[in-house]
Nanobody
């Protein structure tokens, strides 16, 4: 089993930055594809970013491309989401997700991930 715990959310002004962290525990973290999703009130969970097990490949939703950066530090069992130039539309609960084993690239669907964190709230004010 893999446990994921997100942190780093909060309230920020439009144009500001936040860095989310996802700490993972469990076997062979380095072999997991990691992703970030978000869910705003009244909306379905949507893909934000994903990163391959080695960190060599990343993929982003069009809505965040150029503003967000996903990275991972396998030695620390942690994946990050650096969010810059935040907009009110980015307000949501952000979830970390993990998939054990390989899958097509890029894995942007909810149903390909095996484990989920509890979420961390990001609120962007204008």
């Amino acid at each position: 089993q893999v446990q994921l715990v997100e942190s780093g959310g909060g309230l920020v002004q439009a144009g500001g930055s936040l860095r989310l962290s996802c700490a993972a525990s469990g076997r062979t973290f380095s072999s997991y594809i990691m992703g970030w999703f978000r869910q705003a009130p009244g909306k379905e969970r949507e893909f934000v970013a994903t990163i391959s097990w080695s960190g060599s490949r990343t993929n982003y939703a069009d809505s965040v491309k150029g503003r967000f950066t996903i990275s991972r530090d396998n030695a620390k069992n942690t994946v990050y989401l650096q969010m810059n130039m935040l907009k009110p539309e980015d307000t949501a609960v952000y979830y970390c997700a993990a998939r054990g084993g390989s899958y097509y690239w890029p894995p942007v669907s909810n149903n390909v991930y095996d484990y989920w964190g509890q979420g961390t709230q990001v609120t962007v004010s204008s």
